[in-house]
């Protein structure tokens, strides 16, 4: 019961406000919601649970509603929402209820996920991704640890796997040696590039990590993958933490050629749009017709030589001199 924690040193470490009411009322009635991914849970390497993008969301939109989830306020600054409730109910003004937060704490992470009831993810043929899904997540907040990983420098990607020409972003989080967050505005990375053998290797090459708002410690940069290779990145000042990662030619050959509808109708909904198929293309015009556009423009006017104008300064002058002859003022 994270309600617990409120007034306690805990509370600091949660990723998420907690609201003071939010305590378990046995009895209370059972509402079912859904959990869906935010656009940092589909890129989080840990949530993955297939390869495929739109495959890995089709998992998780297939998951069992959950029956319980712990009401919250908000995510805290600076801690990244991996799963959201659906319930409209629960939301506030901005964002819907955060249900699996990440979080940042000292040289430490703290993940905090809002419900028990994700043993039901096991059932109806999903038995299969309940430990491989628990199974990334321990490995994702432990296995620093066991590597004997910086505790002053950490660094991760967007991807474990890039193609030539893919943008990669690399987030940094850096401390000094009093393990205090470092707050220059920049620091500067270095990244070479293996090729395969007989290829040779790729020059040294300079990535500049700027500091993000509200985020004390936290860089982030990018670059474009140019070569193919595996690619080993390290920052100004710690030479021997290395992020590695691959980049391999793009294989057009062996990729899905086939039209990828979920995501036009979302391209559709998003820009205020709509998909059509062959069969119902006819009904494009009818569809065009029912749209209205405005346009709005702006003209300048010289008020000094309008008519109006004109007619404003005349009435002015006719009422000062009808005034003046009616009082005889001179």
Known sequence: NPSSYLNTPFAKLLPVEVEPSAAIQHGAPIHSTTLVLTGLGRTNPMLKLSPDEQQNAEIWRDFPPVQWINRVT???AGS???LEDTDPAKANRQNRMPAMALQQYGV???LYIGTDNTWRWRQEGNVGYYPLLWGQIVQRMALAHLLGGSKRTQLSADKQHYTTGDRVTVLAR??????????EPSVDGFYTAEAAAGQGGAP???VQLRALPD????YRGEFVAVTPGSYKLSVDGDAETVLGFAVTKPRFELGETAMNEPLLKEMGRVSGGEFFREEN???LPGKLAQKDERISRVIDADIWSSPFYFLLVALLAIAEWVLRKYYELK
Not at 174 to 183: A, E, R, V
Not at 215 to 218: L, R, Y
């Open 74 to 76: 908000r995510a805290k």
């Open 80 to 82: 990244q929402v991996l």
């Open 108 to 110: 430490g992470q703290v």
């Open 174 to 183: 850096l401390y000094d040696k009093s393990f205090n967050p470092i707050k």
């Open 204 to 206: 040294k090459q300079s």
């Open 215 to 218: 985020q004390p410690g936290m």
């Open 281 to 283: 293309l006819a009904t």
